[in-house]
């Protein structure tokens, strides 16, 4: 039949059910799913969520110290409480972003080729 690389790639198989509810196959393969990979993703979120948190906190003192610096240089514009309310946001925003960049970049670095098949 035509649909029957279909039914190989996708499980187009009336007896999928066979796990109570779940998948058995993820779609496009024939392998079955694991399951184990889900608290490892879990566990990669609320990691980068506590990095980019921890990030968030050193940024916004780092510009906060910046700030009461430039103070004593007596710039006029600094005084208006508008931009340095907006500063004390946006900054470190930019810098967390720099920062998740520069892990990228040094992750990808140090990160073995993969094995040609």
């Not at 779940?22 to 496009?28: D, E, Q, V």
């Not at 208006?80 to 907006?86: G, I, K, Y």
Request: some cysteine.
């Amino acid at each position: 039949m035509a649909t029957e690389g279909l039914r190989k790639t996708v499980s187009l198989d009336t007896n999928w059910k066979s796990t109570k509810g779940r998948t058995p196959f993820r779609i496009g393969t024939d392998e079955p799913t694991t399951y184990r990979a889900l608290p490892a993703g879990c566990l990669f979120a609320v990691g980068s969520a506590a990095t980019t948190c921890f990030l968030l906190f050193l940024n916004g003192s780092l510009v906060m110290a910046v700030l009461m610096a430039a103070d004593g240089f007596r710039f006029e514009w600094l005084r208006d409480r508008r931009v340095s309310q907006f500063l004390l946001f946006a900054l470190p925003l930019v810098l967390v972003v720099i920062e998740w960049k520069a892990i990228d970049y040094v992750r990808t670095r140090f990160r073995r080729p993969p094995y040609a098949e």
